[in-house]
């Protein structure tokens, strides 16, 4: 394989790593915030049990989030120099910002609430975590803001003497209708995933009959609510985006439907065999309109499709192959959307189940809710497969195609060599992290809150 190939892999394989536990983050630091708040104001002591028990695995989960995320900022002057050079004067204001400002204030509030449990009134521990909180999801912001311009360019001019994208208008830049629609979205995965690690790891309790299992309890029953928000609001935010999608990158919502062909109204593709080399479908299974009403919340309306849309980036952009790989982004998208849907039916029936004075689960319903606090990172890996696969060949859609971004000083051998080691690397690192995961989750409550287990993790 050539250095832009190699590249992406290790680019894709190290993003989903760190992006396994960065939406856990985004979740678990506001529902620490909500459970430590609780307990403030009601004075309910299962609750500060909650916020240091859960505490431990988020502390957990960032330190490896720092970790793996390190090292993907340095991939831009490694692999992606040419990236670099074109994008830096936009990209390179937001993740300064986001370093200077939202990560050093989130690591230094995270240090106050660890290490302020017995030193500070409970409102102002409770003010650390919240800070924290704000601190996890500004820090989204920014990275967002960079990679929302990757996808609807604006507030820039091109320099024709130097070939570089520029900044002219910073506060577009924040106000990219992108960002404020891919925000939201990456906000309420992060609870959705936060509130089925809370789920999965007490129904563990449950099927070990845990000896003071109410902790528990009141932890599964605050996950269900915190999940069912969390994914209705992912579902509803998402179909907001796959209008806007219609409107800005059309090639995307294509690819991710196989549409080949333009159709008015548009069918929604239930299943699909796909041959992307006769640009053709074999089989498929459609419903009538739907994909108009995901378009336009109207069974009518026109949907351009691939081969439409490729005549047109020709005559746009001049000669080339715009069409993405339709198979990934097909079954991305389709996988993302299987596991909301599994994750809003387990939310309802544990929102039933908890209702009642005992939880009566059989073994395997337990086995079930334990399971599923694997869904959201299927959700999240596959929803962001789809979201950069679909944008291909480019790296900022219209201005920059991803085979100009590769480092020229970087050979096969290489790119080669840092894929095979960052990958191993990572994959040491989570073993580490469950295995630190499953200590500290097997515990009792009790015994955390007996000792000071937090400042152990």
Same mark, same amino acid.
């Given at each position: 394989?050539?250095?832009?190939?190699?590249?992406?892999?290790?680019f894709?394989?190290t993003?989903?790593?760190?992006?396994f536990?960065? %939406?856990?983050?985004? @979740?678990?630091t506001?529902?620490?915030?909500? !459970?430590q708040?609780?307990?403030?104001? /009601?004075?309910?002591?299962?609750y500060?049990?909650?916020?240091?028990?859960?505490?431990?695995?988020?502390?957990?989960?960032?330190?490896?989030?720092?970790?793996?995320?390190i090292?993907?900022?340095f991939?831009?002057?490694?692999?992606?120099?040419?990236?670099?050079?074109?994008?830096?004067?936009?990209?390179?204001? %937001?993740?300064?910002?986001?370093?200077?400002?939202?990560?050093?204030?989130?690591s230094?509030f995270? @240090?106050?609430?660890?290490?302020?449990w017995?030193r500070?009134?409970?409102?102002?521990?409770?003010?650390?975590i919240?800070?924290?909180?704000?601190?996890?999801?500004?820090?989204? #912001?920014?990275?967002?803001?960079?990679?929302?311009?990757?996808?609807?360019?604006?507030?820039?001019v091109?320099?024709?003497?130097?070939?570089r994208?520029?900044m002219v208008?910073?506060?577009?830049l924040i106000?990219?209708?992108?960002l404020?629609?891919q925000?939201?979205?990456?906000?309420?995965? @992060?609870?959705t995933?936060?509130a089925?690690f809370?789920?999965g790891?007490?129904?563990?309790h449950? !099927?070990?009959k845990?000896?003071?299992?109410? %902790?528990?309890?009141?932890?599964?029953?605050?996950?269900v609510?915190?999940g069912l928000v969390?994914?209705v609001?992912?579902?509803l935010i998402?179909?907001?985006q796959?209008?806007?999608?219609?409107?800005t990158? %059309?090639?995307?919502?294509?690819a991710?439907?196989?549409?080949?062909?333009?159709?008015?109204?548009?069918?929604?593709?239930?299943?699909?065999?796909?041959?992307?080399?006769?640009q053709?479908?074999?089989?498929?299974?459609?419903?009538?309109g739907?994909?108009?009403?995901l378009?336009?919340?109207?069974?009518e309306?026109?949907?351009?499709?691939?081969?439409?849309?490729?005549?047109e980036?020709?005559?746009?952009?001049?000669?080339?192959n715009?069409?993405?790989?339709?198979?990934?982004?097909?079954?991305?998208?389709?996988?993302?959307? #299987?596991?909301?849907?599994?994750?809003?039916l387990?939310?309802l029936?544990?929102?039933?189940?908890?209702?009642?004075?005992?939880m009566d689960?059989k073994?395997? @319903?337990?086995?079930?809710f334990?399971?599923?606090?694997?869904?959201?990172?299927?959700?999240?890996?596959s929803?962001w497969?789809y979201t950069?696969?679909?944008?291909?060949?480019?790296?900022?859609?219209?201005?920059?195609?991803?085979?100009?971004?590769v480092s020229?000083?970087v050979? /096969?051998?290489?790119?080669?060599?840092?894929l095979?080691?960052?990958?191993?690397?990572?994959?040491?690192l989570?073993?580490?992290?469950?295995?630190?995961?499953?200590?500290y989750?097997?515990?009792?409550?009790?015994k955390?809150?007996?000792?000071?287990?937090?400042?152990?993790a």
């Amino acid at each position: 394989m050539d250095v832009l190939v190699l590249s992406q892999w290790q680019f894709a394989i190290t993003t989903v790593y760190h992006f396994f536990f960065v %939406p856990l983050t985004l @979740g678990l630091t506001v529902a620490l915030a909500i !459970m430590q708040t609780i307990y403030v104001t /009601s004075g309910d002591e299962d609750y500060k049990k909650m916020a240091k028990y859960w505490g431990n695995l988020f502390l957990i989960n960032f330190a490896m989030g720092v970790a793996t995320g390190i090292v993907q900022e340095f991939q831009f002057g490694m692999n992606w120099s040419e990236y670099s050079r074109f994008m830096g004067d936009i990209f390179g204001a %937001p993740l300064a910002i986001e370093a200077l400002l939202a990560f050093y204030m989130e690591s230094t509030f995270i @240090g106050l609430w660890v290490f302020g449990w017995k030193r500070f009134s409970p409102k102002v521990h409770l003010v650390t975590i919240w800070l924290v909180a704000i601190g996890s999801n500004l820090s989204a #912001i920014w990275i967002l803001t960079a990679n929302s311009f990757m996808q609807e360019p604006v507030g820039y001019v091109l320099n024709s003497t130097t070939n570089r994208a520029e900044m002219v208008d910073f506060f577009a830049l924040i106000g990219n209708p992108h960002l404020w629609l891919q925000f939201p979205h990456v906000f309420f995965a @992060g609870i959705t995933q936060a509130a089925f690690f809370i789920i999965g790891i007490s129904a563990w309790h449950f !099927m070990k009959k845990t000896k003071n299992i109410t %902790p528990f309890k009141k932890s599964f029953r605050f996950g269900v609510i915190y999940g069912l928000v969390g994914v209705v609001m992912v579902v509803l935010i998402g179909h907001v985006q796959a209008q806007h999608l219609g409107q800005t990158q %059309p090639m995307k919502l294509a690819a991710g439907e196989a549409l080949w062909e333009t159709e008015s109204p548009a069918s929604f593709s239930v299943f699909s065999i796909i041959d992307q080399a006769s640009q053709t479908n074999s089989a498929e299974i459609k419903i009538p309109g739907f994909l108009s009403f995901l378009a336009y919340n109207s069974f009518e309306g026109e949907v351009k499709g691939i081969k439409d849309l490729q005549a047109e980036y020709e005559t746009k952009y001049g000669p080339g192959n715009y069409i993405p790989n339709v198979t990934v982004s097909y079954w991305m998208f389709r996988i993302m959307v #299987i596991a909301a849907g599994l994750m809003l039916l387990i939310a309802l029936v544990g929102y039933f189940k908890s209702g009642k004075s005992e939880m009566d689960c059989k073994p395997m @319903g337990l086995k079930l809710f334990f399971y599923s606090l694997f869904l959201p990172y299927i959700a999240m890996a596959s929803g962001w497969i789809y979201t950069e696969m679909g944008r291909q060949p480019w790296l900022v859609f219209g201005l920059f195609k991803t085979e100009d971004g590769v480092s020229k000083a970087v050979d /096969s051998l290489e790119a080669t060599f840092s894929l095979i080691g960052f990958t191993l690397i990572y994959a040491v690192l989570i073993v580490f992290a469950v295995k630190l995961w499953k200590k500290y989750a097997s515990m009792d409550m009790e015994k955390v809150f007996d000792h000071e287990t937090i400042k152990e993790a």
